[in-house]
């Protein structure tokens, strides 16, 4: 073997790569033009049609959502009044004169509350024992692959599931019932509660694989300590994975005020009809209404409300609601990065 080269005082060695090979001093092969730095130039062809393929995906990616937020807005100003956030929708068939869309914006809301606090203790429930439990094993299979088959399933197949189930006389006092007690399988409650199969998968998944990232060592620190593992999962675990459930619950409420198949067969109307003769707050969940995905739908130029102008209009504030509903998130997250000293 020949002899190293006579170093310079003061002169620091070249940095060689795992095979003996000199580095420049950034690091990188300077020699072969194939390191990190390397130009695209040097590269064979079809690493180059790789590169302009990301390339032209991420850029048609930004290109297609630009447009529908600026399309959307451009509409959505065009069209939107105040008066028809805060008015209910005309009680005839057409939409075209009068009305506006208070109560599908009400029955949004609804929904969506109703779906996440029946799918978020859920699905903290089961991610929290598949990770840290997880016995028997067979058992946590089957788990994961009922809820991937949950998350596999069309909304309007869930919507026919709930149909029926909520036509059972048993689940009668949670549906609209007719006057000589027929059971309708309609109200917000049924809705919600198929809504929140939607939003299950993606809080499930999202808290699983939060769980998963945590090291070890904060595990072992807080059993050192002596906390008990029920301890360490409520004081450590849970409060930092908190970004991954609000990506989840991001993910989750999208889906819910994204379905319409569900709304168009649950609740089956334009204005909210509270059950007569029940209490307020139960009335109002056991009654029928809308949602505004339906709402879309009913007054877009494919269906029959003859307002388009007011589908745009909707379509804007549901819009609006997604896009400030993910910047919180964004925030949250970043805020539980800085406090965690992650940036």
Same mark, same amino acid.
């Given at each position: 073997?020949?002899?190293?080269?006579?170093?310079?005082?003061?002169?620091? !060695?070249?940095?060689?790569?795992?095979? &003996?090979?000199?580095?420049?001093?950034?690091?990188?092969?300077?020699?072969?033009?194939?390191?990190?730095?390397?130009?695209?130039?040097?590269?064979?062809?079809?690493?180059?049609?790789?590169?302009?393929?990301?390339? &032209?995906? &991420?850029?048609?990616?930004?290109? @297609?959502?630009?447009?529908?937020?600026?399309?959307?807005?451009?509409?959505?100003?065009?069209?939107?009044?105040?008066?028809?956030?805060?008015?209910?929708?005309?009680?005839?068939?057409?939409?075209?004169?009068? &009305?506006?869309?208070?109560? !599908?914006?009400?029955?949004?809301?609804?929904?969506?509350?109703?779906?996440?606090?029946?799918?978020?203790?859920?699905?903290?429930?089961?991610?929290?024992?598949?990770?840290?439990?997880?016995? !028997?094993?067979?058992?946590?299979?089957?788990?994961?692959?009922?809820?991937?088959?949950?998350?596999?399933?069309?909304?309007?197949?869930?919507?026919?599931?709930?149909?029926?189930?909520?036509?059972?006389?048993?689940?009668?006092?949670?549906?609209?019932?007719?006057?000589?007690?027929?059971?309708?399988?309609?109200?917000?409650?049924?809705?919600?509660?198929?809504?929140?199969?939607?939003?299950?998968?993606?809080?499930?998944?999202?808290?699983?694989?939060?769980?998963?990232?945590?090291?070890?060592?904060?595990?072992?620190?807080?059993?050192?300590?002596?906390?008990?593992?029920?301890?360490?999962?409520?004081?450590?675990?849970?409060?930092?994975?908190?970004?991954?459930?609000?990506?989840?619950?991001?993910?989750?409420?999208?889906?819910?005020?994204?379905?319409?198949?569900?709304?168009?067969?649950?609740?089956?109307?334009?204005?909210?009809?509270?059950?007569?003769?029940?209490?307020?707050? @139960?009335?109002?969940?056991?009654?029928?209404?809308?949602?505004?995905?339906?709402?879309?739908?009913?007054?877009?130029?494919?269906?029959?409300?003859?307002?388009?102008?007011?589908?745009?209009?909707?379509?804007?504030?549901?819009?609006?609601?997604?896009?400030?509903?993910?910047?919180?998130?964004?925030?949250?997250?970043?805020?539980?990065?800085?406090?965690?000293?992650?940036?």
């Amino acid at each position: 073997m020949s002899a190293a080269p006579p170093q310079i005082p003061g002169q620091q !060695p070249p940095k060689r790569s795992r095979l &003996g090979r000199p580095w420049g001093s950034s690091g990188q092969r300077d020699a072969s033009g194939r390191g990190r730095r390397s130009s695209p130039m040097s590269w064979r062809w079809g690493d180059r049609l790789v590169l302009v393929a990301a390339w &032209g995906a &991420g850029l048609t990616l930004c290109v @297609i959502a630009a447009a529908i937020v600026l399309y959307m807005g451009f509409k959505g100003i065009q069209y939107l009044r105040p008066e028809l956030i805060f008015s209910h929708p005309s009680s005839s068939g057409s939409q075209a004169h009068e &009305g506006g869309f208070l109560d !599908p914006l009400i029955g949004t809301i609804l929904l969506t509350v109703i779906g996440v606090t029946l799918a978020l203790p859920l699905a903290l429930c089961s991610a929290v024992w598949i990770t840290e439990y997880g016995r !028997p094993s067979w058992l946590a299979r089957v788990v994961e692959s009922t809820i991937e088959i949950v998350a596999g399933t069309p909304n309007i197949v869930i919507a026919i599931f709930g149909l029926a189930v909520f036509q059972l006389s048993l689940f009668a006092p949670f549906s609209f019932t007719s006057e000589g007690g027929g059971v309708y399988g309609r109200s917000f409650i049924a809705a919600g509660s198929m809504m929140s199969l939607l939003a299950l998968p993606p809080l499930y998944a999202a808290t699983r694989d939060g769980l998963q990232s945590v090291p070890g060592h904060m595990r072992e620190a807080a059993f050192a300590l002596g906390k008990t593992r029920i301890t360490t999962i409520r004081r450590v675990l849970i409060p930092s994975v908190r970004s991954n459930i609000g990506t989840g619950l991001t993910l989750g409420i999208s889906r819910i005020i994204g379905s319409t198949a569900i709304v168009l067969l649950l609740l089956g109307g334009l204005r909210t009809e509270p059950v007569v003769g029940a209490l307020p707050g @139960i009335g109002l969940l056991r009654g029928t209404g809308s949602a505004l995905t339906s709402y879309i739908y009913e007054n877009s130029p494919a269906g029959e409300g003859g307002a388009p102008q007011k589908a745009y209009a909707a379509a804007f504030v549901l819009l609006i609601f997604v896009l400030l509903l993910n910047m919180f998130v964004d925030r949250s997250a970043r805020a539980q990065a800085r406090s965690m000293g992650y940036v």
